[in-house]
């Protein structure tokens, strides 16, 4: 199964900001949302933030107002800007990709660790 490819974490100070990106371009199923997810050591992996074919997003609570999610729908792509980061934001981002039709992919994730 081709999964999505995501690139961009690395090590931040608190306050500071990243740019994730994502490609889910080997897939060819018509994607119905592609999304974000991130896991800290010993927690579930949770929602962080997702982007519909038509534009609809939809956020976690904790981070409205800091994080910005775009997308390419034609191109398969899925962004993620990260503002005024926090310690808490750390942890492995994960690309999600879900089709209209088919199994969900998810990327292999990549490390963010914002230092305080």
């Known amino acids: 199964q081709v999964q999505p490819v995501e690139s961009g974490g690395g090590l931040v100070q608190a306050g500071g900001s990243l740019r994730l990106s994502c490609t889910a371009s080997?897939?060819?199923?018509?994607?119905?949302?592609m999304g974000w997810y991130r896991q800290a050591p010993g927690k579930q992996r949770e929602l962080v933030a997702e982007?519909?074919?038509?534009?609809?997003?939809n956020y976690a609570d904790s981070v409205k107002g800091r994080f910005t999610i775009s997308g390419d729908n034609a191109k398969k792509t899925v962004s993620l800007q990260m503002n005024s980061l926090k310690p808490e934001d750390t942890g492995v981002y994960y690309c999600k990709a879900v089709p209209l039709r088919g199994y969900t992919s998810w990327g292999q994730g990549t490390q963010v660790t914002v230092s305080s």
């Open positions: 982007i519909t074919s038509g534009g609809s997003t």
């Open positions: 080997g897939i060819t199923a018509t994607l119905r949302t």
